[in-house]
């Protein structure tokens, strides 16, 4: 690989490393001014919101600017917000108690300033991971070969895994056991230090039709011909619509998280911690194998196995009560969704021509991630209104048992358009242009 990829590389396992220390600091955080899944939705609902109102636009801004400098303003912006959260914790660190063994609570102190603060940050965070987030997957071809694209992003995905879920969830409830904004402090450094090593990458990173064009184009001119493109394509328009589904039962599933973790698993903060390290071995294992699980079975047949494999284990984790159970199904989970990564990723960026990569990624997120907040805000409304009719208990896994519903019928609407000759004919009709 380049060595501007390794650049790269080491910067998104820095920045995810804080993330994964927000990962758990945020909620835990949280759950100790509030108990009301509704409003505990509500935060996540504000994280996703941004990939349904600003993907869009944030394709075409993408595809006008050096992709480079987009995501290093990202990152810096990022951290600037993230020391903020620090501060504002800090200020209000004695209004509340911070929760380390959910039996052991006594009373919760709202404090409904700090959590209008962090529904605030959670969305400004979001708008600033859409953009940035968009501007790095197009950035990649610009630095790796085609025929190392599924490589490239394999190993993106381990860094991820291996920080975002392994390394930073204990250490998240390693420094809250110091100090509750020790963690926010951790992260927004991670933003700062990431912004660093992309800005060491040389080079003009604008897309190949920013760089032509004498006079640009409008707007929405633009915003339109990334629509219409995707629209129009008869494979990607129905693999952006599954993975809409997909993450739609996700954010269901996993609205109210935090409440289950704690009130049925019986996590305290170190524990709820470790159930991301499964995701974290599952994912590394994902993204080191996928490319060649994906050689072996055709990437249809791959993407396929990953559809049934959600809802068969959202069904499961929907019953269980351990946590060590949890955590193997967030290993399986983790595993399967990396090699969906792979495949799809790849793809895209294989598939889409580069003047119209960034528009066209943006509208494809638009479709598959634009539904999570609909399921986050969804999840916590499943769980307020069963817990009139039902036990806390079982409407806390409620949000979980009807996302495995759903995914039955996704599997019926996916499976038959989502097949390897299918892929194999978008590619080669990728390449004859």
């Not at 290093?72 to 063994?101: C, E, N, P, Q, Y």
């Not at 919760?108 to 959590?115: A, D, G, K």
């Not at 001119?221 to 129905?238: A, V």
């Not at 159930?275 to 599952?282: N, W, Y």
């Amino acid at each position: 690989m380049p060595r501007a990829y390794w650049k790269l590389w080491f910067a998104t396992a820095i920045s995810n490393l804080g993330n994964g220390v927000s990962i758990v600091a945020y909620p835990w955080i949280a759950s100790s001014i509030t108990r009301s899944p509704l409003t505990l939705s509500i935060i996540g609902l504000m994280g996703t919101l941004p990939w349904l109102f600003f993907s869009l636009p944030a394709g075409v801004i993408t595809d006008r600017v050096d992709r480079r400098k987009l995501i290093i303003s990202m990152d810096v912006m990022r951290g600037v917000i993230t020391a903020g959260v620090a501060i504002a914790v800090w200020s209000s660190s004695t209004k509340f108690t911070l929760i380390h063994d959910v039996s052991k609570i006594s009373v919760v102190h709202s404090n409904t300033l700090l959590l209008t603060l962090l529904m605030l940050a959670a969305f400004l965070l979001g708008c600033g991971e859409v953009l940035g987030n968009n501007a790095s997957q197009t950035f990649i071809p610009k630095i790796v070969p085609t025929e190392k694209l599924q490589d490239a992003n394999g190993k993106l995905w381990v860094a991820e895994s291996l920080t975002s879920n392994f390394m930073g969830p204990p250490l998240a409830a390693f420094l809250l056991g110091i100090s509750v904004i020790i963690p926010f402090i951790f992260d927004a450094a991670s933003f700062f230090f990431s912004a660093g090593l992309i800005l060491l990458i040389v080079g003009n990173f604008k897309s190949n039709d920013s760089a032509e064009k004498a006079v640009p184009a409008t707007f929405r001119k633009d915003l339109s011909e990334g629509l219409t493109w995707l629209w129009r394509h008869k494979f990607l328009r129905p693999l952006a619509f599954t993975l809409g589904a997909l993450n739609f039962q996700t954010s269901l599933g996993f609205a109210v998280l935090i409440l289950f973790a704690q009130e049925i698993l019986k996590t305290n903060v170190l524990t709820f911690g470790l159930l991301s390290t499964g995701a974290a071995v599952g994912g590394t294992i994902g993204g080191i194998f996928g490319p060649r699980i994906s050689a072996r079975l055709g990437r249809g047949r791959t993407v396929q196995i990953a559809l049934i494999g959600f809802p068969s284990i959202a069904l499961i984790g929907g019953l269980i009560s351990s946590w060590q159970i949890a955590w193997l199904l967030f290993g399986l989970e983790s595993f399967i969704g990396i090699v969906w990564n792979v495949v799809t990723v790849s793809l895209r960026q294989e598939i889409i021509p580069d003047q119209l990569l960034g528009r066209v990624n943006s509208v494809y997120r638009f479709f598959a991630l634009g539904t999570m907040p609909l399921g986050a805000i969804l999840g916590g409304l499943v769980v307020t209104l069963n817990q009139h009719f039902m036990n806390r208990q079982w409407a806390l896994r409620s949000p979980l048992l009807l996302s495995a519903l759903l995914g039955i019928f996704t599997c019926i609407y996916a499976i038959p358009k989502l097949t390897t000759a299918k892929i194999e004919a978008a590619r080669t009709e990728a390449a004859a242009k």
